[in-house]
């Protein structure tokens, strides 16, 4: 009896401790995945998560925005400096284009004047468009009735022929070199350099510089530089800081300008801008400053080829006193080409 009741307890010894060895072989992989290294592995797994999650909200939310709002801005620029004619679309033209415009300006202290300006740009063929002939006549008249004022007007006018290679263009950054003709009284030929570069300062702004450096054989060096800060205020006003600096050898001192803009979209056929701005020339020695308020209103007359403009402003200048001198003026402008 005592061997029976020894062997049934020898069996409960073994069943226990077999048991205990399963309860341990189940208990310790679960241990195991509870242990630190593998919390560390889930948190590691949920940061993983979520940074995708942001990416993903990134790219299909915010990133399509901000491109929509950022493409939405340089179009809306665009189309306000190729409504008013910009010159810096005159100066950076790659294609083949034609403007011509003919107007009149009457004010109080300077009667009734004329002006005219042919403007062209030719792309040459097989050149990828980086070699174009460029052409600039600007003519200004003091009386539209006296043919002979509008004959002379001509004769001392300097129209200038180039032709011009682009040497760089990246996304943002233009350089251009060329040679031409300065004709009229005393034709000299000059060579030029300009460079431009534009930066994005957000969503909704943009700051812009250039510098352009000419020597003519007679008139000697010149350079422009310039500066243009951009933002949008609300859907349909633009606004603009353009600072200028102006230098030429065989002048006395410099010529700095600025110009505070604001633009307003009426529609895709008519803008509307406002612009206060002053003029120092021969400056340090300025005795001819002149500071003006004005709003030009510009308008597609036929489609995009033909424009008509309205201005009207209050000058003031320093050689009348700084007393008010109001004028208004009206411009036609055909255009031929590339319009766009």
Request: include cysteine; charge should be neutral.
């Amino acid at each position: 009896m005592r061997t029976g009741k020894a062997d049934r307890w020898r069996r409960r010894v073994v069943v226990l401790a077999g048991g205990g060895i399963l309860l341990c072989g189940m208990l310790v992989p679960g241990m195991v995945r509870a242990g630190p290294e593998t919390a560390t592995g889930e948190k590691a797994s949920i940061v993983e998560n979520g940074r995708r999650g942001v990416d993903w909200a990134f790219e299909t939310l915010f990133t399509p925005t901000q491109s929509m709002i950022s493409s939405n801005f340089v179009a809306f620029a665009e189309r306000c400096d190729r409504m008013f004619g910009d010159e810096r679309l005159i100066e950076e033209a790659d294609v083949s284009r034609l403007i011509i415009g003919v107007g009149v300006r009457t004010s109080r202290f300077n009667g009734q004047g004329f002006q005219s300006r042919s403007r062209a740009s030719l792309a040459l063929p097989r050149t990828r468009n980086r070699v174009a002939f460029f052409w600039d006549h600007m003519t200004e008249g003091d009386d539209i009735t006296d043919r002979h004022d509008i004959s002379e007007a001509y004769e001392k006018s300097n129209p200038d022929a180039e032709l011009r290679i682009q040497l760089m263009e990246a996304e943002r950054f233009w350089l251009t070199a060329g040679g031409g003709v300065r004709l009229g009284s005393g034709a000299q030929p000059y060579l030029r350099l300009r460079g431009s570069r534009n930066f994005s300062l957000g969503e909704e702004s943009s700051f812009y510089i250039a510098q352009t450096a000419r020597y003519f054989s007679l008139d000697r060096a010149m350079t422009t530089s310039e500066m243009r800060l951009t933002w949008i205020v609300s859907n349909d006003w633009l606004m603009r800081v353009r600072p200028a600096l102006d230098w030429a050898e065989k002048k006395p001192g410099y010529e700095p300008s600025l110009t505070l803009s604001a633009w307003r979209g009426l529609g895709r056929q008519r803008a509307l801008r406002f612009d206060l701005g002053a003029n120092w020339p021969a400056t340090p020695h300025c005795r001819e400053s002149l500071y003006y308020l004005q709003a030009t209103l510009r308008r597609e007359l036929r489609h995009d080829w033909l424009l008509g403009e309205l201005q009207a402003g209050v000058a003031f200048p320093e050689t009348e006193s700084f007393r008010p001198d109001p004028y208004v003026g009206i411009m036609f402008e055909l255009m031929f080409g590339d319009v766009k």
